[in-house]
């Protein structure tokens, strides 16, 4: 895929990620001032407060857009920032192949992870 | 001129680190980086350690048993820092790559203003932003748990 369009899709997920992660932080880390989302009041991370957000659809989807927005993203600066370096043409193939693969492996266990828990979410 | 080693425009580490003539925004550039990096390397182990959720609450329990204890608090904070200024920052860098954020061209008449008239306040806005959210973030992580 040609580079310009790799880099709209960065900045595309950039976006989304500024937004959808916007939101996380604020549920796990400024839950003290903010308090939404963590119905059972406590910690973010207390197992009620995970049941109850992960029964949620827009949760389950949220998290499986932001693992894939994130992981490109983040893959994707991380091949820019290697390239910078000057290698040759044959390490960047490798590079971007070991990129590819990585970021496909951790898509699809976090994605499995997150649809997993909210099934299992709503039998609870 | 800096020594490029043959390599035009590839200073390599160097090139992340020396803000040259370029001033703040270079250095925005540098952090950006690096809080990239930290960002990518803790949302990997992020996907592991809280994928246990879906075996149910006792594997739950042992995965947030391992990341507890106050070197835990500071490094999450550090991440909640990271994001903060990576993310405000990385809004700026859209605003700029659109041409929403350098102004309009005008005519080099003396005394001449550049883009960086209409960059250097917005990125001076969006780091005075990023330090109230960061404030808010380490009140709500050391004192009002």
Redesign the interface.
Known sequence: MRDRTLWTWH?FA??V??VI??LH?AVM?????LGIFNPAGG?P?D?AN?VAR?QQTFFAVTYVVL?GA??FH??Y??RT?IF???IGSGLKTTVSGVLVLGGLA?FA??A???W??HT?ARTQ | MLDTNGHPNRLGLWGWLGGGRWGLERYLYTLHRLTGLGLLAYFLLHIIVTSARAYGEEAWLASMARVTGPLFVVGEYLVFVAFAFHGLNGLRLVLVELGWAIGKPIEPVYPYRTSVDVQRPLALGVMVLAGLVIIAGGADFFLLH
């Open positions: 900045v950039g976006l990620i500024l992660l916007g932080m880390h400024l839950d003290a001032i910690h991370v197992w995970v992960a693992l994130a992981l983040g893959l600066g991380l920032i910078e370096l000057g951790m266990f976090g499995w992870a997150a997993a828990s299992l």
